[in-house]
């Protein structure tokens, strides 16, 4: 029964959703920048879901192919933009650093092949520079396999809302 009324309670709040965006197409336009443009904070998900139900956001995922469970390696590191660029193995395989939802996957100006995986404690941690096969809304476990490198570099960058985190606390 908790399960069904949980169910009903998000199909009404997305068929309100979808009334109000109609009725006002005023709406229309920043509801989709923020969906479609913006980060979507996981962790505010998370908490609200988390104040209403008692518990986390329960995912129904795959048990992951490939967990890495060896510290990042790298060769050298310097600070680039907002975090760090870290020279690697060429085809160096990529693991989360923590868990999370991918937000984001595209291109970033300076950063290249892009994922963001926003964990439930509100830390966004960046991965530029890497080819990968994760989708959007994948909910990622801590250490599993999430891409390779290209070119024997990788860029991350760690942030909690707008402030950058000092990435050697993760890596």
């Not at 933009?81 to 990529?94: A, I």
Request: hydrophobic residues 40%; glycine residues 6%.
């Amino acid at each position: 029964m908790k399960y069904i009324n949980r169910v009903l309670f998000v199909c009404l709040l997305t068929v309100l959703t979808l009334i109000i965006l109609k009725a006002n197409s005023n709406l229309k336009t920043p509801f989709y920048k923020y969906v479609y443009e913006d980060n979507i904070s996981f962790a505010d998900i998370n908490k609200l879901y988390k104040k209403m139900f008692g518990e986390q956001i329960p995912f129904i995922h795959e048990k992951t192919k490939l967990v890495m469970n060896e510290k990042l390696t790298y060769k050298k590191q310097e600070k680039y933009k907002d975090g760090v660029l870290l020279e690697v193995d060429e085809n160096y395989p990529v693991s989360a650093l923590k868990e999370g939802m991918v937000v984001f996957v595209g291109e970033k100006e300076g950063y290249g092949k892009t994922i963001i995986i926003s964990g439930t404690d509100g830390i966004d941690i960046w991965y530029g520079n890497v080819n990968s096969n994760v989708k959007i809304y994948d909910y990622i476990n801590q250490n599993s396999l999430i891409g390779e490198a290209i070119d024997s570099k990788l860029y991350i960058v760690i942030k909690k809302g707008e402030q950058i985190l000092n990435y050697e606390d993760y890596i």
